[in-house]
């Protein structure tokens, strides 16, 4: 009777002295500084525990396109290159196309070429390079440059972009994981000339007076991560709501990165059904 009532002594001493194991869905921002609550930024993410490992070395392939580099200059007197798509015939409609956190890099270069091809060469496409020319296959080296750019750079960028289209250009934005919050920026930047914008698990603007100025409705393509979580895009349907513009949107059973053909975690089943959903968008805002 003595040892199985030593052997529960010890068994209970045990879980009161020693700390318990860590859940696995513990707070993902857990050790690192975040002033008040989350910004519009990517970048705040890039030191969270385990954020660069949802972002894996895209795996390189080889890309001959037809398409063409170009500078155009901006706003802040420097200059902006990208990568150019004309259309077959002369025309105002334009697709504004964004990077990863990787660079302006070949994969969506040929992602703005599938966008090309599928709006039957009849839309000028524009893969806009955010990091003036820097592009890295290192998550490490990935989130160093997305921290390191300033924001009033990018809007330049942009802009100079919108110019370079000309004043009569109407304008639609597709971008993935930075980029896709950079192609609802573009939105708000392109004013009337806006179309309408697909954000790939991209980062939502959340104030709600800059989202009243919306010319357009807005397509989320959201995958399941701890993030760009289920509250921050619910959030972002209530701002949208709140300012009375449209939000569809659609959470992915994938990982952040999911419609990357060049990612290791590609998920083809889920990539097709946002893409169908990206280029269905696209064409009804294009008429073609």
């Known amino acids: 009777m003595i040892k199985p009532l030593l052997s529960l002594i010890l068994i209970l001493g045990a879980l009161y002295f020693f700390p318990k194991e860590q859940s696995s869905h513990s707070d993902p921002f857990e050790g690192i500084s975040i002033c008040h609550s989350l910004s519009d930024d990517m970048a705040q993410f890039v030191d969270a525990p385990g954020f660069a490992s949802f972002h894996p070395s895209p795996i390189p392939f080889e890309f001959e396109g037809k398409g063409e580099m170009v500078s155009f200059p901006t706003e802040d007197g420097m200059k902006a290159n ?140 959201f995958a399941t991560e701890e993030y760009i979580s289920e509250t921050v895009i619910k959030e972002f349907a209530a701002n949208m709501e709140t300012a009375g513009k449209k939000l569809t949107y659609k959470i992915f059973p994938a990982v952040h990165g999911f419609a990357n053909p060049s990612n290791p975690r590609f998920d083809t089943e889920a990539s097709k059904e946002a893409y169908e959903m990206a280029i269905g968008y696209l064409k009804e805002k294009f008429g073609v």
């Open 82 to 221: 990208g990568y150019f798509i004309k259309a077959l015939r002369s025309s105002d409609k334009w697709l504004f196309v964004y990077q990863e956190w990787w660079g302006l890099n070949d994969n969506i270069k040929q992602q703005a070429e599938v966008f090309y091809d599928d709006l039957g060469g009849k839309v000028n496409v524009l893969a806009i390079d955010m990091y003036d020319g820097k592009v890295t296959a290192n998550p490490q080296e990935a989130g160093k440059l997305m921290q390191g750019v300033k924001e009033e750079r990018l809007e330049s960028i942009v802009i100079g972009a919108r110019e370079m289209a000309g004043a009569t250009a109407q304008i639609a934005n597709v971008g993935w994981c930075f980029g896709g919050g950079w192609s609802l920026k573009s939105a708000l930047l392109n004013g009337q000339q806006n179309l309408g914008s697909v954000m790939y698990y991209g980062m939502p603007v959340r104030d709600v007076e800059k989202l009243k100025t919306l010319n357009s409705d807005i397509l989320g393509l």
